[in-house]
């Protein structure tokens, strides 16, 4: 192909763009020069149970690997969805940036061992996210974790939303130097993910409860 493209002066290229929802705006700007790009795009929705549990089983088990069993896989699925044991998988929602956190710490702490267990599952799952968690707020003053704790996430430990424009404020009341930054940052992590609720831009938990002590 590529000596036939030399040849030509013609390539046939072909590209995946991914980016959030609250840019979509940017793109439809090009659409005039790149028509293609309004007719083949999907929205990416949360897995459900059986797509997440696929995500997990199918790449331990490339190259004729086994890292987890189909319990393993379903208890990392479980516990990323903060769901109860047993729950059908077809009941079940699971964010894909943590159930990726989750798989990539849990193989790393496997060590030499075939396999990761049901029991590293079991003990691990919860450090793991809770020192992600803890990670997320290094750089950045008090007053950007408090506002996540009391402003996004409910009494029983789920998630919330908060404008976009109510957290800076805050925050600035906060005396946090750059509140936007300070908020972005977040959302590059994907401890936040940004909601478009018609014009108005809501801050919400990615993961449906939050992982502080």
């Given at each position: 192909r590529a000596a036939a493209a030399e040849a030509t002066g013609a390539w046939s290229l072909r590209l995946v763009l991914t980016l959030r929802e609250d840019y979509l705006s940017h793109l439809e700007s090009w659409k005039v020069f790149f028509p293609s790009l309004m007719r083949n795009r999907m929205a990416l929705h949360l897995l459900r149970g059986p797509q997440a549990l696929e995500a997990v089983v199918r790449p331990a088990r490339l190259d004729g690997r086994n890292?987890?069993?189909?319990?393993?896989?379903?208890?990392?699925?479980?516990?990323?969805?903060?769901?109860?044991?047993?729950?059908p998988m077809e009941e079940i929602e699971a964010v894909p940036p943590l159930l990726s956190l989750l798989c990539d710490e849990l193989n790393r702490e496997r060590g030499d061992a075939p396999q990761i267990s049901l029991q590293l599952v079991q003990e691990r799952h919860a450090n793991i996210l809770q020192n992600f968690y803890e990670r997320s707020f290094v750089d950045w003053p008090p007053a950007l974790r408090r506002l996540v704790e009391d402003r996004l996430v409910t009494v029983g430990g789920h998630r919330s939303s908060l404008a976009w424009e109510d957290a800076q404020a805050e925050l600035d009341e906060a005396d946090v130097e750059n509140p936007n930054e300070a908020l972005t940052s977040?959302?590059?992590?994907?401890?936040?993910?940004?909601?478009?609720r018609g014009r108005l831009q809501r801050g919400c938990l990615c993961s449906g409860r939050i992982y502080a002590a």
């Open positions: 890292l987890v069993t189909d319990e393993v896989a379903a208890e990392i699925v479980r516990r990323i969805a903060g769901a109860p044991a047993h729950t977040l959302v590059a992590c994907r401890l936040l993910s940004i909601e478009e």
